[in-house]
Structure formats: structure tokens, C-alpha cells
């Protein structure tokens, strides 16, 4: 079957640095995305790994390892507005998104 | 990135009567269309994949006769919820693609029924 572990919450403080680790098993993979979502909004897209290696954009990063079925999203510089929930979306061999429930950050002062 | 829209952004409805959720792509041309809803807490669920010009892709346990999707062009979708009850009170969400790139959402639709 399809599966995506992430853990259901995370603490960081503001400033610090977090890593959000994700594992997955999908019928055939195409990369894997990485979404944000605020409370009561709509998904927006961070970042999507095709190739093993790691991405930047910003204070944003995302790892992908295809043959360990990992991927890691890393924040810097945390903002009080990071706080939010961060979607891992593996893409399978029909192109659709593999969704989890997300992992909840909570940034604190 | 792209810009999705979704119209309307909120809806209280009756018990028994119909809602239509419009879904806009504004700036590319969307050859695959999906329908999701998110009940508070809980992981996004696929309800349908729309592709221009065709019949939708249900997922399984979603009635094709109560969740209404047409999908008359590349710009344009709609959801419309027959017969509405309290319990398809929930939050819907629809993201546009363009060929096999990422999908981008619109803002949502939360929708009451009473």
C-alpha cells in the first residue's frame, strides 16, 4: 500500500533551525512535494524533488533520498509566521499526490 | 507560482439544497483538476480527478451523484454538492495542474450546512 510517516507535531524556537523528516512507500514515484498549510487555509507549495539531493529556496531546503524512501524539509531563521502545518506529498506512477496528515510546527518566542 | 481561484470563499446552506463550488485556473491552462476535502485536524482527502473534456475519476465511496464535477474547460471547474446534509459540512479545496507539474491550490470553500 501507499503510506507517509511524519510526526504529528514539532516545538522550535524562533530563530532556530527545524527539520521535518518524512518517509514514504508509493506505487511508483515521480518526486515528492512539500506544501505548507496555515490553520483554515489551503495547501500552498514550498518545494518538489525529483532527483536525490538537496534543494534550496530561501530559508527553505528539501532532501530527497529515493532509495531510503526519505525526504526532509529544513527551515532557518524561524518566523512566528512559520508556524503552520508542513505536508509531504509523494507523487505516484498515475502523477497523483500521496497525502499524510502533515506535521504541525508550533514556533515559540 | 500559479493562481488558482475558487468561488465562493464560504457557504451556509440549508439542509436539502445545492451548493456550486467554482474553480478558476487565472494565469495557465489546467489539464487535470482535483477536488479534495479536509475535515478539521485531518489529511487532505481526494474526493475526484477531472481531466478537460471527460468524465471525472471518482475515489472510492465518494457518490458521483451527489459530488457534481464538470469540467467544460481548461480554465474552469465545478463541484456541486446535490442535497446537501450537516455532515458534508467540511472545508473543499481544489488544485489545478498543468500536464504532470505541481498542483497549485485555490483558497477553499468552507461550507455549512444547517
Known amino acids: 500500500g501507499q503510506n507517509i510517516d511524519q510526526p504529528t507535531e514539532m516545538t522550535a524556537t524562533e530563530g532556530a533551525i527545524v527539520q521535518i523528516n518524512c518517509t514514504y512507500q508509493t506505487s511508483g514515484f515521480n518526486g515528492l512535494f512539500w506544501y505548507q498549510q496555515h490553520a483554515g487555509e489551503a495547501p500552498t507549495f514550498l518545494s518538489y524533488n525529483v532527483l536525490d539531493g538537496l534543494e534550496e529556496k530561501g530559508r527553505f531546503s528539501s532532501f530527497l533520498s529515493r532509495s531510503k524512501g526519505y525526504s526532509y524539509l529544513l527551515l532557518k531563521e524561524l518566523q512566528m509566521k512559520d508556524s503552520a502545518s508542513y505536508l509531504c506529498a509523494p507523487m505516484d506512477s498515475n502523477y497523483q499526490l500521496i497525502w499524510g496528515a502533515g506535521t504541525k510546527l508550533i514556533i515559540k518566542p | 507560482g500559479a493562481v488558482v481561484s475558487q468561488h465562493p470563499s464560504r457557504v451556509i446552506c440549508k439542509s436539502g439544497t445545492s451548493v456550486k463550488i467554482e474553480c478558476r485556473s487565472l494565469?495557465?491552462?489546467?489539464?487535470?483538476m482535483f477536488w479534495y476535502r479536509q475535515f478539521p485536524k485531518q489529511s487532505l482527502m481526494l474526493m475526484a480527478t477531472s481531466n478537460e473534456g471527460s468524465k471525472a475519476t471518482y475515489e472510492q465511496g465518494v457518490e458521483k451523484d451527489k459530488f457534481l464535477i464538470n469540467h467544460a474547460s481548461l480554465t474552469l471547474s465545478t463541484l456541486t454538492v446535490t442535497s446537501a446534509h450537516p455532515e458534508d459540512s467540511s472545508f473543499y479545496i481544489c488544485s489545478a495542474r498543468q500536464g504532470e507539474r505541481e498542483q497549485y491550490f485555490g483558497p477553499g470553500t468552507r461550507l455549512t450546512v444547517t
Open positions: 494565469d495557465f491552462q489546467a489539464t487535470t
